[in-house]
């Protein structure tokens, strides 16, 4: 529970991991997307490879594209996730996402 307390004062603290912002997606969404970038992490998928699926996927929406990047960086970028399973990084966001 200290855990997951963390690691959403993290999302919120970072300015490039705020959930809420993501165009035409509801917070459960971004919280099953956090959860899918947090597991190809642990399957040894790089941060490079991760952003060029998503431009691929995603060209037709700049805004949407933008914001679910930033996401995407502070999963690879926060030491604070590392230390966090993929369900409670997508939990995190989702909450945070909720609460903002």
Do not use: W
């Not at 642990?42 to 805004?63: F, K, M, N, T, W």
């Not at 949407?64 to 939990?91: C, D, W």
Request: net charge negative.
């Amino acid at each position: 529970m200290l855990l997951m307390g963390t690691i959403v004062l993290a999302v919120f603290a970072s300015t490039s991991a705020i959930a809420s912002d993501v165009p035409g997606m509801t917070c459960s969404e971004i919280g099953s997307f956090a959860q899918q970038v947090a597991q190809r992490k642990a399957e040894g998928v790089s941060v490079d490879d991760a952003i060029r699926r998503l431009r691929q996927s995603l060209s037709q929406h700049p805004d949407t594209e933008h914001e679910l990047e930033k996401i995407v960086r502070a999963i690879y970028g926060m030491q604070i996730f590392s230390n966090a399973s993929p369900a409670e990084i997508g939990t995190a966001y989702e909450t945070a996402c909720e609460i903002d």
